[in-house]
């Protein structure tokens, strides 16, 4: 498995030929070091529906001709753009074609503003995503909860996205928690540095990670890391 960070919460999960990108927030995002119209994927999955996770989802969807798969109401309105769109709800799982999508809890909020409405865009979610014989966990906008010690128990995680920005998400201190009851092998974090108000050091918090014999890496954007 491949993975590639975008910035912010984007990350692009490549296995056995098959393309998944997580989070599409590209246009306006500045630390993207790529454009949406260059995005080509089988699967565009969203783990809620703020701007800045839903971003460029509908117009990659539909130019590559695959499905948005989300949480049901959040699947609806894509499907109410022209896109394909592919419902889940939170601890449902789905085999597709070469990937198996699985939604866990995540606490957060989960609407995007449209003409000056704020709509419900269904429950904030967390994704395994596993391909390849990998399992790739991407949890979304998320304070620290207990449960996570359950998705830790009951997943064997190769490789975890945990934001640690604090303010909207956890911080460092409780994606370190996160971490340890998640058990995964390898640690990366996001949604930080991307707007003011959650600056955080993200080599720092590896350090803190490999302190607890967890392994960490700060990716930049644009970089990859294989396992
Ligand atoms: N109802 C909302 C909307 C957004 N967020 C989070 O706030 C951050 C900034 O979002 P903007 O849309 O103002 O750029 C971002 O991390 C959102 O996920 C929120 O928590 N609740």
Redesign the pocket.
Known sequence: MKITYYGHSVVLVEAEGKRIIIDPFLTGNPKATVQAEDIQVDAVLLTHG????FGDAVEIAKRNDCPVIAVAELADYCSSLGAKAHGMNLGGGHQFDGFHVKFTLAF??S?LTVDGQTIYMGEPAGILLTMGGKTFFHAG?TGLFGDMRLIGETNSIDAAVLPIGDG?TMGPEDALLAAKWLRASRVIPI?YNT?PGIEQDGDAFCDRLHKEGIEGKALKPGESLEF
């Open positions: 703020h701007a800045d996770h957060h909020s609407s906008d909207y949604h707007f």
